[in-house]
């Protein structure tokens, strides 16, 4: 008897999974789904890697084979809202996966970026299972494709993250539409406060899951932590991709912001490396080709911004480097869970120049340990030669010029030699030296005005009074014909 069965789940689903290769459920499984089955809600803390889509997934497929009839038009059964586009494509997949051969099982996947059409209609038929985003699953709400009514079973996956991205008045929204007889369940890597307080708005006496303690790290991923400046951190990166002990297969480097990651792969592109990159900017199909050429092996390197790679659960990372420390030190723990899934190991390193030291001191009170650390913060770039200091700029405020905000004066930069031969000059030519008798410019430069020698009055400057009187045609065609007439 497989250890799925002992926790309730039907023989044909277990079968399911077993030829699937899903024999031994994980801590997470082993807790929630007996509760799930039950028709408890649950609040499940569980870190990523863990099983949490089979932990929420099995119980929901359990029920649906309980169900007779078909689900009726626009309608679902089962609503899983996840914060990114890869998450959801993949939560899809895992669970058709274990649903196997064992039912006739209808999903769609409700995302934003692709088309609206598709949805639609395979929603107007009536679903057994939408994973969705918050985002268009509301639109589609708003504008009457689907409707809630009829859903028994709302997951929350990677609620942190969705409160995070400003999901939080979509998933109200669509809670409220589905109505209070529903199972919740909500699942969270890290607890937030924000995160409690949705949980208890939506949940209804939840039993509370745990995987592992809030904010610990997978025991098995080695970290550790770089020095740098940070120009010097793409000499660093590079060395160790070179680094034959270091044998970095397959490697996400997480940037902190989506030009960051754009300026890292071109970089790795310039160096010689295959990498490519996947965040918010990206249209879904570059995003999904990133994925894919990235979980074959194509490419060895892939660069992410922390929202992107949420979904990724790609196998064999051997590499997670942070080319820059997160700013939600949350972040960290999703970040290095990308490698050292399902029990493999895996590397994490953290590349930190000195501005960012006190974000490393915040990841190592969230994950409750101080990482090993080398290198040398003020290693300065790739060559380790020192960069000049910059000139400073004359202070100037931004906005447009006023009264109030004068354009800054530059200061004359010659040495007082320089300045020097051009006074001589200006002696030489006008017996006097300029400087003596024209008012001193505040930036202490002299006023390069030609003046006659005699008179040291400007030269070459129009005279200010009555501008010249200009002939129209008519007046120059009479005067022409004077002229002509007087000769
Ligand atoms: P998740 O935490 O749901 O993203 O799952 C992480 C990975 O673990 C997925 O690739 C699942 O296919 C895999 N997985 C989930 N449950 C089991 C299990 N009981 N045994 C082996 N692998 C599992």
């Not at 300026?263 to 990133?290: E, F, P």
């Amino acid at each position: 008897m497989s250890d799925f069965t002992s926790l309730g789940l039907p023989a044909s689903l277990v079968q399911s999974l077993t030829a699937g290769g899903f024999t031994e459920p994980t801590k997470i499984q082993a807790h929630a789904i007996p509760k799930l089955l039950e028709g408890r809600d649950v609040l499940g803390i569980a870190q990523t890697g863990s099983g949490k889509t089979a932990a929420f997934g099995l119980p929901i497929l359990a029920g649906i084979m309980d169900l007779t009839g078909r689900p009726r038009p626009m309608t679902t059964r089962a609503l899983i809202l996840a914060p990114t586009r890869e998450l959801a494509v993949q939560i899809d997949e895992n669970i058709r996966k274990f649903a196997g051969g064992a039912m006739q099982l209808n999903t769609v996947l409700v995302l934003g970026g692709v088309s609206r059409n598709a949805q639609v209609q395979k929603l107007a038929r009536g679903v057994d299972i939408v994973v969705a985003t918050p985002g268009r699953l509301k639109d589609l709400l708003d504008d009457g494709k689907i409707r809630l009514n009829e859903t028994r079973w709302l997951v929350l996956d990677e609620a942190d993250r969705m409160l995070d991205m400003g999901f939080i008045a979509p998933v109200k929204h669509i809670a409220k539409a589905i109505g209070p007889r529903r199972q919740t369940m909500l699942f969270s890597a890290t607890m937030a406060p924000a995160v409690e307080d949705l949980c208890k708005g939506l949940l209804k006496e939840p039993v509370r899951v745990e995987a592992t303690p809030q904010g610990s790290t997978v025991v098995k991923i080695d970290q550790r932590v770089i020095l740098s400046g940070s120009k010097a951190k793409r000499g660093v990166l590079n060395e160790l991709l070179a680094s034959e002990t270091e044998g970095m297969e397959r490697v996400i480097i997480f940037a902190r912001t989506k030009h960051g990651a754009d300026r890292v792969t071109k970089s790795l592109a310039i160096d010689g490396h295959k990498a490519m990159a996947i965040h918010g900017n990206k249209s879904q199909n570059a995003r999904q080709a990133a994925l894919k050429g990235f979980a074959s092996g194509q490419v060895r390197i892939l660069v992410a911004t922390d929202i992107a790679a949420r979904g990724i659960d790609v196998q064999g990372i051997t590499h997670v480097v942070n080319y820059d420390l997160p700013d939600d030190p949350e972040n960290y723990v999703h970040r290095i869970g990308r490698t050292g899934r399902n029990g493999a190991s895996g590397i994490a390193i953290t590349l930190c120049d000195g501005t960012e030291t006190g974000k490393l001191r915040d990841v190592e009170r969230l994950i409750r340990r101080t990482l090993p650390v080398s290198g040398d913060l003020h290693l300065t770039n790739e060559t380790g030669v020192q960069e000049a200091p910059k000139t400073a700029r004359p202070a100037s405020r931004p906005g447009p010029r006023s009264a109030r905000n004068p354009k800054p004066a530059f200061a004359d930069r010659r040495s007082p030699a320089e300045r020097r031969p051009f006074a001589d000059f200006a002696k030489e030519v006008g017996g006097r030296s300029q400087q003596a008798e024209t008012p001193q410019r505040v930036d202490g430069q002299v006023n390069r005005v030609r003046r006659d020698p005699d008179t040291g009055k400007p030269m070459g400057v129009k005279p200010i009074g009555k501008p010249k009187q200009r002939w129209g045609k008519n007046q120059k065609d009479a005067a022409r014909v004077t002229h002509t007439a007087r000769a």
